[in-house]
């Protein structure tokens, strides 16, 4: 099956969106390959893809701070074990942060933290299922597919706590 996509610029860089028809496939970041994600797409040609649209719309509204939800029909691409951490992920405040183990308790699965996290990083909707809101236990900033400066920017645009923040940039 084809897929389309639209590139996009945002506050934190151009995203690459990918749909179905019906459905947001991923949301990918800079030097991300479909292809080697699985993915067979196609640019769309005039742009009038519902879903990439509306996508589009939603987050534009987010980086305005004026979204602090989607409601878009997803259907990313993993197994069973990631779909379910990636359901969990979708549960994180607004705002808020959790840890993989906090992630790994959700799901029944308290001691998965490490296949959480690889599953986190995995994640192929970034921003919309926001893996951004997972730190490591300490309350540093762990791994991100767009980057620790980029996760941090995605946590101070929520108004989240400037501690976690502030402790990522030690890192550097």
């Known amino acids: ?34 292809k080697q ?64 183990l906090d992630i790994a308790k959700a799901i029944g699965a308290p001691r998965a933290s490490r296949a959480v996290g690889g599953a986190t990083g995995r994640n192929p909707l970034s921003i919309v299922v926001p893996c951004h809101r997972v730190i490591g236990s300490d309350g540093t900033l762990t791994g991100f597919g767009g980057g620790l400066p980029t996760k941090a920017k995605l946590l101070a645009l929520e108004g989240h706590a400037p501690g976690v923040v502030e402790k990522q940039r030690t890192l550097f």
Do not use: C
Request: proline share 8%.
């Open 1 to 34: 099956m084809k897929l389309a996509y639209k590139e996009i610029p945002s506050p934190v860089g151009n995203l690459k969106l990918v749909a179905t028809d019906d459905a947001l496939v991923a949301v990918l970041w800079p030097g991300d390959n479909p």
């Open 37 to 100: 994600l699985g993915l067979d797409v196609q640019k769309v040609g005039n742009g009038n893809h519902p879903v990439l649209s509306e996508t589009e719309r939603q987050l534009s509204e987010y980086f305005a701070g004026k979204r602090t939800r989607f409601e878009l029909p997803l259907d990313p691409r993993g197994t069973t074990f990631q779909k379910k951490v990636w359901q969990s992920l979708k549960k994180i405040p607004f705002g808020k942060t959790q840890t993989y």
